[in-house]
């Protein structure tokens, strides 16, 4: 909120800029909502609090909860695939995520809202990336309708409905346009630094015009355990990011639905015994699927053009954030 002088009194209020962001939030999501809806997906709710800390255990929060430890969700993915092996076959989640990372970016928040989904009986990952980018390119067209004009007069944006597919780039092929760029190839690692990302998108912008790219097959050491290994190439996941103007805004996988794969977790380091409810979902078969999860405030940064993710959130969570 704000205050401003009118010359006999104060009037308090939120900027005009404050008031069109969350517009453009509201129907951003709805254009989300109503093309996933449109392709017979179920909403769901699911738990914020586990009994146990997901994945590896590292980047959540711990609370006590009557006498024993609990732990923030940093992801409804688990959940979701219990959905998809209990017969809900097309699931997303609009709603709080929590991750314990102790980063002062215009890009990090410890708290933020996002947009999951999980598709089964998929062909392949292809299934889901073809999904997300025309949700996306529907829910910007809707802001476009709604509020563009405003965007254009309030923040000097152009909001541009982007063409689909989105380009592919598979990340040792998005290694070697950095590395034609002159970046260091061994200062190139097997994932890609935030300069990395936003040298990909110049790059993509200047020889195909396009916005957006799908960077794709990235290295098994760099994803988690769930993540589908090709059985022709088991160095790689058949996983992706989606970059915008060069910022990450999603990550997606196919999973691993075979029960002896997914056991692979002790490749990471990862006991079984904390995960065997998760473990369980795949016991007596589950279909292939596929997920994503996209942070809602990195797409409102791009789309109207701000320079930090606190701009685009109503109440910004950080490591030095927590009131009001």
């Given at each position: 909120?704000?205050?401003a002088?009118?010359g006999d009194?104060?009037?308090y209020?939120?900027?005009?800029?404050?008031?069109?962001l969350f517009?453009?939030?509201?129907?951003l999501?709805q254009?989300?909502?109503?093309?996933?809806y449109?392709?017979?997906?179920t909403?769901?709710?699911t738990p914020?609090?586990?009994?146990t800390?997901?994945?590896?255990g590292?980047e959540?929060?711990?609370?006590?909860?009557?006498?024993?430890?609990a732990?923030?969700?940093?992801?409804?993915?688990?959940?979701?695939?219990?959905a998809?092996?209990?017969?809900?076959?097309?699931?997303?989640?609009i709603g709080?995520?929590?991750r314990a990372e102790?980063?002062?970016?215009?890009?990090?928040a410890?708290e933020?809202t996002?947009v999951?989904?999980?598709?089964a009986?998929?062909?392949?990952?292809e299934?889901v990336?073809?999904?997300?980018e025309?949700?996306l390119?529907?829910?910007i067209?809707q802001?476009?309708d709604?509020?563009?004009?405003?965007?254009?007069?309030?923040?000097?944006v152009?909001?541009?409905v982007?063409?689909?597919p989105?380009?592919?780039?598979?990340?040792?092929?998005?290694?070697?346009?950095?590395?034609?760029k002159g970046?260091?190839p061994?200062g190139v690692?097997?994932?890609?630094?935030?300069?990395?990302e936003?040298g990909?998108?110049?790059?993509?912008?200047?020889?195909?015009g396009?916005?957006?790219?799908?960077?794709t097959?990235?290295?098994?050491?760099v994803?988690?355990?769930?993540?589908?290994?090709?059985?022709?190439?088991?160095?790689?996941?058949?996983?992706?990011?989606l970059?915008?103007?060069?910022l990450?805004?999603?990550?997606g996988a196919?999973?691993?639905h075979?029960?002896?794969?997914?056991k692979?977790?002790?490749?990471?380091g990862l006991?079984?015994?904390p995960?065997?409810?998760y473990?369980?979902?795949f016991r007596?078969g589950?279909?292939p699927?596929?997920?994503?999860?996209l942070?809602?405030s990195?797409v409102?940064?791009?789309?109207?053009?701000?320079?930090s993710?606190r701009?685009?959130?109503?109440?910004?969570?950080?490591?030095?954030?927590?009131t009001?």
């Amino acid at each position: 909120m704000n205050t401003a002088w009118t010359g006999d009194s104060w009037t308090y209020g939120a900027a005009p800029a404050a008031q069109l962001l969350f517009a453009v939030q509201t129907t951003l999501e709805q254009g989300m909502r109503e093309y996933a809806y449109g392709q017979g997906c179920t909403e769901m709710h699911t738990p914020k609090l586990m009994g146990t800390a997901s994945e590896s255990g590292a980047e959540v929060f711990e609370l006590g909860y009557f006498g024993r430890s609990a732990y923030l969700a940093q992801s409804p993915q688990f959940f979701k695939q219990m959905a998809i092996a209990a017969g809900v076959d097309r699931v997303f989640e609009i709603g709080p995520v929590f991750r314990a990372e102790p980063s002062f970016t215009s890009r990090h928040a410890t708290e933020f809202t996002g947009v999951d989904v999980e598709l089964a009986w998929i062909d392949g990952v292809e299934d889901v990336m073809t999904f997300e980018e025309r949700m996306l390119a529907h829910a910007i067209a809707q802001v476009a309708d709604a509020y563009g004009e405003a965007i254009r007069e309030t923040l000097g944006v152009e909001v541009t409905v982007p063409a689909t597919p989105f380009p592919r780039l598979t990340m040792a092929e998005a290694q070697e346009i950095l590395r034609e760029k002159g970046w260091d190839p061994q200062g190139v690692k097997e994932d890609l630094a935030p300069e990395g990302e936003r040298g990909i998108g110049a790059h993509l912008r200047e020889h195909t015009g396009h916005e957006w790219v799908f960077v794709t097959h990235y290295p098994t050491s760099v994803r988690p355990f769930y993540h589908m290994r090709p059985t022709d190439n088991p160095a790689v996941t058949l996983s992706f990011d989606l970059l915008w103007q060069g910022l990450e805004v999603t990550t997606g996988a196919q999973r691993e639905h075979r029960y002896d794969v997914v056991k692979q977790a002790a490749e990471k380091g990862l006991r079984h015994e904390p995960m065997q409810d998760y473990l369980n979902v795949f016991r007596y078969g589950c279909p292939p699927h596929s997920g994503l999860g996209l942070g809602l405030s990195r797409v409102l940064m791009v789309l109207l053009g701000l320079d930090s993710i606190r701009e685009a959130t109503f109440l910004f969570r950080g490591p030095s954030r927590l009131t009001p």
